[in-house]
């Protein structure tokens, strides 16, 4: 932390003193962030599956810098936690900010209610969390960390979005695990514009670059050993470390709001490695009547 403490002395004024809502807690860069923001004294609620690594980073932070934390329980994979969750943060007058961090990448491929599980935890179920925190707190921020590969599936025609099964049908051919987490980012990027641009919804979208995390971690059984073994090595040469690539988040939580075509991400190659800037978003994204289809089906989908 102290090598990006000049930056964060610099950039980083306002984020202090708040009540943040944030899951990926125990990621590498969610557990980089909850140190930023525990260091700027901010309370915080963890949303987690893992609750004894959970408490471990809880009790470090409690002890180094003395702020409140919750841990609750928490799995997109498990809709029922989702609903408890929602029930147990009514116990807050307010909340400042959610940072939606949780994400899966290169997955086995595996169907739960006919949706592959890389859209449920990247897009459909963090669409029917955040719009259900909207109802409870209707002024919270939210940061929904995403990915450049949002360009690499462009929407082209609407035609699966005529109903349930087109709509299942058609994210059942994509077959590419990368275009699938790309897509499954676009999918709840869209969700999350109509809420934002429809409903003046305070959202900032960010996405940290391509940084050392457990996104290739060998219990997603999607590759041989010998993947597992070279890959995450070599994003540990190559990447930015978490504790650089979470700049990004802390800039998106720091910035009062942004216009509906911006983004914070870093700058530097291809966006992928450097100090976090804010820039434009692909216009593709703003298609009015992709967007409003997809808040429609997705609703459907989520039963709200």
């Known amino acids: 932390m102290r090598t990006y403490q000049n930056w964060i002395d610099k950039n980083i004024v306002n984020l202090s003193n708040k009540i943040i809502l944030i899951n990926g807690v125990t990621g590498g860069i969610g557990k980089a962030t909850v140190f930023y923001l525990a260091a700027l004294k901010n309370e915080l609620i963890f949303l987690v599956r893992n609750l004894n690594e959970a408490e471990i980073i809880k009790n470090e932070l409690k ?10 329980f928490f799995d997109y994979l498990n809709k029922n936690s989702l609903k408890e ?9 307010h909340i400042d900010i959610f940072l939606n961090i949780s994400g899966i990448y290169h997955q086995k491929e595996e169907y739960i209610d006919n949706v592959e599980k890389t859209f449920i935890v990247n897009y459909l179920a963090p669409s029917y969390f955040i719009s259900s925190l909207f109802n409870i707190f209707p002024s919270i921020k939210v940061i929904d960390v995403s990915s450049v590969t ?26 590419n695990k990368t275009v699938r987490y790309g897509f499954s ?28 995390t457990n996104l290739f971690d060998k219990k997603n059984n999607a ?8 890959i995450p090595k070599l994003m540990n040469i190559i990447f930015m470390k978490p504790s650089k690539a979470c700049l990004s988040l802390l800039l998106g939580a720091e910035v009062k709001e942004l216009n509906n075509n911006l983004w914070i991400g870093p700058r530097g190659l291809l966006n992928f490695w450097g100090y ?25 989908l989520n039963d709200l």
Do not use: A
């Not at 969750?85 to 007058?93: I, N």
């Not at 699966?160 to 059942?172: A, Q, T, V, W």
């Not at 590759?223 to 070279?230: I, Q």
């Not at 216009?283 to 459907?300: C, M, R, V």
């Open 276 to 300: 976090p800037k804010i820039y434009k978003l692909k216009k593709d994204l703003f298609n009015k009547n992709f967007i409003g289809k997809i808040y429609k089906i997705s609703n459907e």
């Open 63 to 72: 002890e180094k810098y003395g702020v409140k934390i919750k841990i609750l």
């Open 185 to 212: 980012k676009r999918l709840l990027m869209e969700y999350l514009l109509f809420l934002k641009i429809y409903e003046q919804k305070n959202i900032i979208f960010v996405h940290p670059g391509v940084s050392t």
């Open 223 to 230: 590759y041989g050993k010998w993947f597992y073994y070279f």
């Open 150 to 175: 949002y360009s690499l599936k462009r929407i082209k025609n609407d035609h699966f979005l005529n109903d349930k099964e087109s709509f299942e049908n058609y994210l059942r051919k994509i077959k």
């Open 85 to 93: 969750c929602l029930d147990r943060l009514k116990e807050y007058e």
